[in-house]
């Protein structure tokens, strides 16, 4: 008793604590005690707070040992039966999937005699939420039970596929694929398409969306002979369905599609499809469909893939890159790039180019981005030359942008650019760009521009640093604005790994020392602080000679976190 009495509890996060530790209360009560006070107990109790409820709902699928192992399973099934008909959705969902859980857990006699009626309980339940949570069930069981067991759970399923209540029919539509997994071929042909031809035609949309997903799995599990017959009708219909959301979920779908009807619909049926997605006269639908273009080109058949794409994808893609909607544009740009690589030098220079060029110069900086982003495909295939002149115009716009996050983006393709654009090419152009982001006015700007120079330092080499990045970020330290000279030692801490003992000993360690006698407070602690991080990188003759003196000094300032971090930075390099 004593251990239930948590359990009655009238203060609601204690009663959703004792849920959580269920598992402890059965143990302290044992195998039996558990079979026979705790589960009818939380069967027959009802609470009234969704939150225990769902606690309650997942503790019960790592249930088994706790109830004397798989031959006692069937003890659990009372009260997530309960917990299955509740009205909360997300308490009902969990309660399913501790069902299918534990299902797998029964013996086939078990799975008969107690799983299997649970399952017709809920199916013919008054309620409709009884009703949905059975239609996550059957799949479970089908497998493993007699045939005339198995002709039952066939019916229920029909009966709920025409349910007249919406959302049955819509949790039935939704584990129609995964109904189909289970079942013998022949009542694929004879049950499953009859209801995914009613259940793809429903008056609801919401149905028929969920009917077009399970498409795929049905068409994955039919011969290719029937396809044209039994799948495609029902496939064209969604494609065209007044309702923009089922055209999207065909959209969505389209490459898993293709996959699962093969090529030679692809060619008669799929590409037209396609083409009138990506016209559609939805925003949602297009950008859906956009999202699809490289992998729904790269899956044609190869024999006559670049004149399908040159006819009928491209022409298209074209109009999608002056769209007046930029998640339309935004989404053609994460991908377009990968054409290059199915098309070839000659037709990405003369026919592709141009599209990622007007890309570039868009209006909308996350269509510049998405592009940028995507330049090493491009690259492979005609090299950075052809695209620099055109498109250094639209980085430099974007590295200036007002918006601090866009040009933060740009920052961090930085690495990424140089390494394409190769070392000269990026003196030339893009330095001045990488040294003016270091005294931006946004903090975040200054240390994703720290951090872009060591990754371009370990890109290109510390000589390469020591001509062109050190001078630069010294030459900081006599700045003005506080705010700079600290940067200066940012850049250091961030450097002196890449940089090497040499550069760091003899460039860097005297601009810092002198740093040490800042009359702003922030900065002298961030000296303290850069000694301690370039310390390692030292010969211990300057920790000794160079370094030591000035954290001392810096050790009794009058400003207390200097004397903080100075004193925490002779402890760590001990130099005490």
């Known amino acids: 008793g004593r251990a239930l009495q948590p359990l009655y509890s009238g ?12 598992s402890t209360i059965a143990l302290a009560l044992g195998v039996e005690r558990t079979r026979t006070e705790l589960l009818p107990f939380l069967t027959d109790t009802i609470y009234d707070e969704d939150e225990v409820l769902l606690a309650l709902a997942e503790q019960l699928g790592n249930f088994t040992m706790l109830v004397g192992g798989p031959e006692y399973v069937h003890c659990l099934l009372p009260p997530l039966e309960s917990l299955a008909t509740v009205e909360e959705t997300v308490v009902r969902d969990k309660a399913v999937e501790s069902l299918r859980k534990i299902s797998q857990e029964h013996s086939p006699v078990d799975l008969e005699v107690h799983f299997e009626p649970l399952v017709k309980r809920l199916a013919s339940g008054d309620w409709f939420t009884s009703r949905t949570s059975a239609c996550g069930l059957f799949s479970v069981c089908y497998p493993r039970v007699s045939s005339t067991v198995k002709a039952e759970i066939r019916q229920h399923f029909r009966t709920l596929c025409s349910d007249d209540t919406p959302m049955v029919r819509r949790a039935a539509a939704s584990k129609l694929g995964e109904f189909a997994k289970v079942l013998e071929l022949d009542y694929v042909k004879s049950d499953i398409i009859s209801l995914f031809t009613a259940l793809a035609s429903d008056e609801q949309d919401s149905v028929r969306l969920l009917a077009v997903e399970a498409c795929v799995s049905i068409a994955t599990l039919l011969p290719q002979e029937d396809l044209e017959t ?53 925003a949602e639908v297009r950008a859906a469909a956009a999202n699809k273009v490289k992998e729904f080109c790269e899956n044609l058949p190869e024999d006559n893939r670049e004149q399908i794409i040159m006819t009928h994808i491209l022409p298209c893609v074209k109009e999608l890159v002056s769209d007046t909607n930029q998640h339309v544009k935004s989404a053609l740009a994460s991908v377009i790039m990968g054409l290059s690589t199915i098309l070839g030098k000659d037709n990405t220079i003369e026919h592709l180019l141009p599209l990622f060029l007007a890309q570039l110069k868009d209006e909308c900086p996350e269509v ?25 115009p639209a980085i430099v716009e974007l590295a200036e942008d007002a918006k601090w996050r866009v040009r933060l983006a740009i920052i961090e393709y930085m690495p ?41 330092v370990e890109k290109f080499g510390a000589e390469w640093a020591q001509n062109t990045i050190v001078p630069k970020v010294l030459g900081m330290a006599n700045d003005p604005n506080y705010l700079h000279r600290m940067t200066t030692l940012f850049c250091i801490n961030a450097l002196s790994e890449a940089c090497g003992q040499d550069i760091t000993t003899k460039q860097m360690l005297p601009v810092v020392l002198k740093m040490s006698n800042d009359q702003v407070a922030n900065v002298r602690f961030n000296v303290a602080k850069s000694l301690q991080k370039i310390g390692p990188v030292l010969d211990s003759n300057a920790l000794q000679t160079e370094v030591k003196p000035v954290l001392e000094k810096l050790a009794t300032d009058t400003d207390m976190d200097v004397k903080y971090f100075a004193q925490e930075a002779i402890s760590v390099l001990a130099l005490a």
């Not at 330049?375 to 055109?390: A, H, K, P, T, Y």
């Open 416 to 456: 990424l650019l140089a390494g394409q654009l190769g070392v000269e090419f990026f003196d030339e152009k893009l330095n001045t760009l990488c040294m003016a982001w270091l005294i931006d006015h946004v903090y975040a700007i200054r240390e994703a521009a720290t951090c872009n120079l060591m990754k371009l």
């Open 11 to 22: 203060r609601n996060p204690l009663r959703l604590n004792s849920i959580k530790k269920l």
């Open 230 to 282: 039994l799948v495609m009708p029902t496939l064209r219909q969604a494609a065209e369905d007044k309702s923009w959301r089922v055209r999207y979920m065909v959209a969505d779908k389209f490459s898993e599609l293709q996959k699962a009807v093969g090529p030679e619909i692809t060619k008669n049926d799929l590409v037209p499809a396609f083409q009138n997605l990506l016209k559609d006269c939805e």
């Open 368 to 392: 510049r981005l998405n592009i940028i982003s995507n330049l090493d495909c491009v690259n492979e295939v005609i090299g950075i030359r052809q695209l620099s002149q055109s498109l250094l």
